[in-house]
């Protein structure tokens, strides 16, 4: 039997995105977004509202980074979701972040989380609230690396749990994707 809940915005995963631009003056924002994911190949859709500090950072700029919250750094990313740009000036800082500056797009790369997607701007509807941006590069800090390739496991990615308002570590291998199915054929 199966218990209804009606329309709800419940999806497992629901990755946390952590997502930062610099101001017109050069200075990071950051804020975490629950709702987004890979849009097309070479694209990321992200759903932030016009409200954001963030986001007036993005349409100023063109540019923003999606760093994938960790759960060595679950504090600092509810920080990041919690405490508005707008009343809070020094609120990069305050969610004890560090930021250099991309080589590839004009925005900020969060030290402390160790993947990041850096993006240019393609579209952003004030209706929808949905930002799409062109993911220009995607960088690693080598200490989530093995073999040369980004270990989940090391990584320690978070999604966020919409309906007891938890995150959740993932990391667990379940199977080998493009090969376990191969079994049923």
Not at 11 to 21: C, E, G, N, R
Not at 49 to 72: C, P, Q, R
Not at 129 to 137: A, D, K, P, T, Y
Not at 148 to 158: A, E, F
Request: proline share 4%.
């Amino acid at each position: 039997m199966r218990k209804n809940f009606g329309k709800k915005s419940w999806l497992y995963p629901m990755p946390v995105l952590i997502v930062a631009a610099y101001d017109e003056n050069g200075k990071p924002n950051v804020m975490n977004a629950a709702w987004g994911g890979i849009f097309t190949d070479d694209t990321i859709g992200v759903c932030i509202s016009i409200g954001h500090k963030t986001t007036g950072n993005i349409l100023a700029t063109k540019a923003f980074t999606v760093s994938i919250g960790t759960a060595d750094k679950a504090a600092e990313c509810d920080f990041a979701g919690i405490v508005s740009g707008n009343n809070e000036p020094d609120k990069f800082a305050k969610a004890g972040f560090h930021a250099v500056r991309s080589q590839f797009v004009n925005a900020p790369i969060i030290e402390e989380l160790p993947m990041t997607l850096e993006c240019e701007m393609i579209s952003y509807d004030e209706e929808s609230n949905h930002l799409v941006g062109n993911i220009v590069n995607i960088s690693a800090d080598e200490r989530i690396l093995t073999d040369g390739k980004i270990d989940v496991t090391k990584l320690r990615p978070i999604t966020y749990d919409p309906i007891n308002n938890n995150y959740i570590e993932l990391g667990a291998i379940a199977g080998k994707a493009f090969s376990d199915g191969k079994k049923l054929k």
